[in-house]
């Protein structure tokens, strides 16, 4: 079954790369044809997407419904991300027990999992906008100072203020994108003003000698 199924990997992966190749052909027929056919796999492909992954419709919904507040859409993640970060962190608060951390844009949390391992009695606030996100955090074992909580402004604020903010992989839209085609101006795919004002907003939340932790982000 496994070989039969890379077989068929292999088989798709070569038609693709030929495909590729024919997109620039001389031939104008083949052109049409390749381009129409790249234009109906798309569409296939988001009306499967739409209709088998909830994960995509919540994407989508958010970009839909909520595009002023919503930063990076994707929900990709993985526990100890950062260690670097965590350990200098953990360093910094020096055992310190009274802690209240927030993992700003936690997706699926495995963030706030890992920040419960660097800081074993610390409050720890899980937000993200996603609520599909959101749903799964909600699932998840975790001790009664671990809070997750749907990221606007009158929640953040009800459980801050915090020792630590963590807001990693969130403030930037398409990273990857923008790096591959060369994008150089982000106007319009992520203006500075909208990173500024949620900077701004998060810095509100911070006690007295608390860190706001930003990592990977498009504007430095
Ligand atoms: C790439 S994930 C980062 C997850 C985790 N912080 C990490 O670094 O592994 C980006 C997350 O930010 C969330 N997000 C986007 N805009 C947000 C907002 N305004 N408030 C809270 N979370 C937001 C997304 O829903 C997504 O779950």
Redesign the pocket.
């Known amino acids: 079954m496994t070989n039969f199924l890379s077989l068929i990997i292999r088989q798709m992966k070569r038609v693709k790369s030929y495909i590729k190749k024919q997109k620039s052909s001389n031939n104008i027929m083949i052109r049409f044809f390749i381009l129409s056919l790249i234009f109906l796999w798309n569409i296939i492909k988001t009306i499967l997407c739409f209709c088998f992954s909830a994960e995509y419709r919540s994407i989508l919904f958010?970009q839909l419904l909520h595009a002023k507040?919503?930063?990076?859409?994707?929900?990709?993640?993985?526990m100890n991300?950062y260690p670097e970060i965590f350990k200098a962190c953990r360093d910094y608060f020096n055992n310190k027990k009274e802690l209240t951390l927030l993992?700003?844009?936690?997706?699926t949390g495995?963030?706030v999992l890992t920040l419960r391992q660097y800081f074993p009695q610390a409050n720890i606030i899980g937000?993200?906008?996603?609520k599909h996100?959101l749903a799964r955090c909600k699932k998840l074992m975790v001790d009664d100072k671990v809070t997750f909580i749907y990221?606007k402004k009158s929640e953040l604020l009800k459980y801050g203020k915090y020792d630590a903010i963590?807001c990693?992989?969130?403030l930037q839209r398409k990273p990857h994108f923008v790096r591959s085609n060369g994008i150089t101006n982000l106007k319009k795919i992520y203006p500075f003003e909208k990173f500024e004002q949620?900077v701004n907003e998060l810095d509100r939340l911070i006690n007295k000698d608390g860190l706001l932790v930003i990592h990977?982000t498009q504007f430095y």
């Open positions: 958010l507040e919503v930063h990076q859409t994707t929900s990709l993640t993985c991300r993992s700003y844009g936690c997706s495995e963030e937000a993200d906008i996603n996100s990221s963590f990693m992989a969130v949620t990977f």
